[in-house]
Every structure is written in C-alpha cells, then in structure tokens.
C-alpha cells in the first residue's frame, strides 16, 4: 500500500531546504508517493503538477484541496496523507477527505510563533500521528492528548554538507584575508542574540564574522563592527563553500520559551562539516559536540573546538542524516496504515 503524502502549500520549495523539503524528498526513496505544495515565491516553476524526481512531486501554484483531488484522481486506491508543519492549516486539512494526518511538531507555539496556540492544540487532538523535533515539544503534546508522541529531531543532509569538509576557495573579502571566520548560516531572524554577537566580535577583533541566510521578521540588520559581515542570502548549493572557509561555527539563539524547543538543522549541517561549533546553551544540544559562549564569559572568552574531535562530530551527523529520521517516520507511517 503506497501512501501519497500531501503537505500544504508554506513555504518555498528552494528556501532553505527545510525538514519539510528534506523529509519529503527522502521518504520518496522509500516508495512514498510526496506531493509539495508549492507557494513558487521565486517564480521558478510553471503552475501544475510538476515531477521533480521519482515519487516526487511539486503541486505548483495549487492549493491543498485541488492538490487532494488531483491525487484521488491521479491514485486512486491509495490512502492519502496530510503532513502538516503549520497549525493554522488544521482547519483545511480537517475540511479535506485525507485518510490520514501527520502533525509534526516543529516549534513552541510561544513567542515568535504565539499566534500558533489555538490551531496548536487542535493539530495535536485532531492528528492521526503527532511527531515532535524537541524533548520539550513532546512533553506539551503529551499534555493534549493520549496518543503517543513520537520524537523525530532534526537531521542533515549529508551527503551535501560532508562537501564542506575540504576548504574550498573564495576570492573574495573576507575569506581571502588573513583571519580566521566565525560563521552563521541561517535565518537572520528575532531569536538571534544580537548583543552576544555584538559584545563577540568587539571582543575579538582577531576573528572576521560572517553571517550568511535571509531576514525574517525584519526588514533590514545592522551588524556595527567592522569584522561583521553580512552576505545576504545564498543558494542552498552554495552553502557548503561558504562553510567550508569557517573556522568556527555559530548558533548564537537567545535561551527562550520558545529556543527551549527548538532543535537546529544547522546543528547538524555544521556537525557534518567537521568544522568546529560555539553555541549557546540550547537545551536540545549536546554540549559534548559544541563549546558553549554567553555574554558573561567576555572579555576574556577565546574560541577553542569541542571536547569530541573533528571525525567524532562527522560520524554523528552520518548517523542522524534525514534519510534515517526519514526511515523511522516511515515505520511510523507503516504502522499507522496497517494497525489503524
């Protein structure tokens, strides 16, 4: 029985390549049939039903119910799946004739995403299956339903980021300079501790920072210190390059309500590139793999690598690429179908 999954139409197929792009793609493999529905910000792809690869399809310019009617028509037999990582798309999914619902739990429904608590606590009652990427996301679904809460963090793609194991070159300002990079590449978003990244690189003017990834929430950054550098946002196969010239890496989250859930991809990208990584003290990171930095150890803070060396940080992001997160979920998905 070949399940077709179905998520609703969030985000940009190309932006980021996040756990929904990730997840879809490699459960392809799997003899899944997946179906993006793809919102097309970048006008890339004409409108309709658009094979990407085998078992992989874009539904672009489609809405999630034409995409389900597509899918009966073009399946018929096959039980259809809606995966879902945004709660405000419950009321549709609801509305929809899918056989089965996946909520995956991807962020704490506070804060920066408080708008979320309403349709938060119907996804979590309404699904047929409830994933989680945090400890702390499991612990608040299990508080709404009986049903197991199933934990899936996040994972990388390793195959694209062990690229960024061998240095390769830039030509330009600042990775053709004498200093050694801090970098971060990500979302330039609220969550970001922008006084520790202040305080860091006023503190150590021996170190150039790079910050790679789009704004989000904002609609223009100051970094004040001449050794900051913001490059804007970079294609998702280019980033590997970038990564490869750090000399260290950077996860510089706010400790939050909400960061508290939070599970980072570039926790586990970074990890796959051996570089070596400064984080704050996210709950959901093993502090064996990363050196901790907050405010109060400067001045006198210097960059040093983790307690597990370079080949230990590579095997463990091996060992938690997406094609693993995305064999569990399809044990879970088998399961499901099978037991009821």
């Known amino acids: 029985m070949k399940p077709v999954i179905i998520y609703p139409p969030t985000i940009d197929w190309n932006y980021l390549h996040q756990r929904p792009q990730q997840l879809l793609k490699t459960l392809a493999e799997f003899d899944c049939l997946c179906i993006f529905?793809?919102?097309?910000?970048?006008?890339?792809?004409?409108?309709?039903?658009?094979?990407?690869?085998?078992?992989?399809?874009l539904a672009n310019g489609q809405s999630f119910t034409t995409t389900v009617q597509w899918a009966r028509a073009t399946f018929p037999n096959q039980p259809v799946v809606a995966y879902f990582t945004y709660p405000p798309h419950i009321a549709q999914?609801?509305?929809?004739?899918?056989?089965?619902?996946?909520?995956d739990?991807?962020?704490e429904p506070v804060d920066f995403f408080s708008s979320w608590q309403p349709n938060y606590t119907e996804s979590v009652k309404a699904a047929d299956i409830v994933l989680a990427t945090a400890?702390?996301?499991?612990?608040?679904?299990?508080?709404?339903?009986?049903?197991?809460?199933?934990?899936?963090?996040n994972g990388c793609d390793y195959d694209h980021f062990k690229n960024a194991q061998?240095?390769?070159?830039?030509?330009?300002?600042?990775?053709?300079g004498k200093k050694p990079i801090v970098g971060y590449i990500g979302a330039i978003a609220p969550w970001l501790d922008t006084e520790l990244l202040n305080t860091m690189a006023y503190c150590l003017p021996e170190y150039e920072f790079v910050f790679i990834g789009p704004l989000l929430g904002r609609?223009?950054?100051?970094?004040p210190h001449t050794n900051m550098h913001y490059l804007g946002y970079r294609e998702y196969c280019e980033v590997p390059k970038f990564l490869s010239n750090f000399a260290y890496c950077l996860i510089p989250f706010k400790i939050t309500d909400?960061?508290?859930?939070?599970?980072?991809?570039?926790?586990?990208?970074?990890?796959?590139?051996?570089?070596?990584?400064?984080?704050?003290?996210?709950?959901?990171?093993?502090?064996?793999?990363?050196?901790?930095?907050?405010?109060?150890?400067?001045?006198?803070f210097s960059p040093i690598p983790s307690a597990r060396e370079r080949e230990d940080r590579i095997t463990l992001a091996r060992d938690n690429s997406w094609k693993e997160r995305a064999r569990k979920l399809f044990?879970?998905?088998?399961?499901?179908?099978q037991n009821g």
């Open 258 to 300: 909400m960061t508290k859930g939070v599970n980072p991809v570039k926790y586990w990208e970074y990890l796959a590139s051996g570089v070596p990584i400064l984080s704050t003290p996210l709950p959901e990171i093993n502090r064996e793999y990363v050196t901790i930095v907050t405010e109060d150890m400067f001045p006198g």
């Open 37 to 57: 529905c793809n919102i097309n910000r970048e006008n890339r792809y004409s409108k309709g039903f658009i094979t990407l690869s085998p078992n992989l399809i």
């Open 135 to 153: 400890r702390s996301l499991v612990t608040r679904a299990q508080a709404l339903t009986g049903n197991e809460i199933h934990l899936l963090p």
């Open 93 to 103: 999914i609801r509305a929809s004739t899918v056989d089965l619902i996946i909520f």
């Open 166 to 176: 061998d240095r390769q070159y830039i030509k330009r300002m600042p990775f053709n």
């Open 219 to 223: 609609n223009w950054v100051s970094f």
């Open 331 to 337: 044990q879970i998905l088998s399961c499901k179908l």
């Open 105 to 107: 739990s991807v962020d």
